[in-house]
């Protein structure tokens, strides 16, 4: 069983940036597609960003698309989701998820989640 263990959020002004890191242990980090999506008050969870195994194939949200940029090291097992010129509707809880798949995917297919961190960004 894998866990894992999100960075502290925080809070940012609009046009601003921060990076969330998620570390990973328990199972072979390195195997699978690491996922991130994100759940805003009132929302359904939606996903944000996802990263294959070897770091070689990512896919992002519209909404996030050129803003976000989701990476890995693998020698760290750790994901990180660097999020630039954030907008308040990218407030949310941020969650980091190992994927049941190898490659990265539109349509990831989760597995085990992290405890989600919270991100307010402020107009």
């Known amino acids: 069983q894998v866990q894992l263990v999100e960075s502290e959020g925080g809070l940012v002004q609009a046009g601003g940036s921060l990076r969330l890191s998620c570390a990973a242990s328990g199972r072979t980090f390195s195997s699978y597609a690491m996922d991130w999506f994100r759940q805003a008050p009132g929302k359904e969870r939606e996903f944000v960003a996802s990263?294959?195994?070897?770091?070689?194939?990512?896919y992002y949200a519209d909404s996030v698309k050129g803003r976000f940029t989701i990476s890995r090291d693998n020698a760290k097992n750790t994901v990180y989701l660097q999020m630039n010129s954030l907008k308040p509707e990218d407030t949310a809880v941020y969650y980091c998820a190992v994927d049941r798949m190898r490659l990265a995917s539109a349509t990831p297919q989760p597995g085990s989640w992290g405890q989600g961190t919270q991100v307010t960004v402020s107009s």
């Open positions: 990263i294959s195994w070897s770091g070689g194939r990512t």
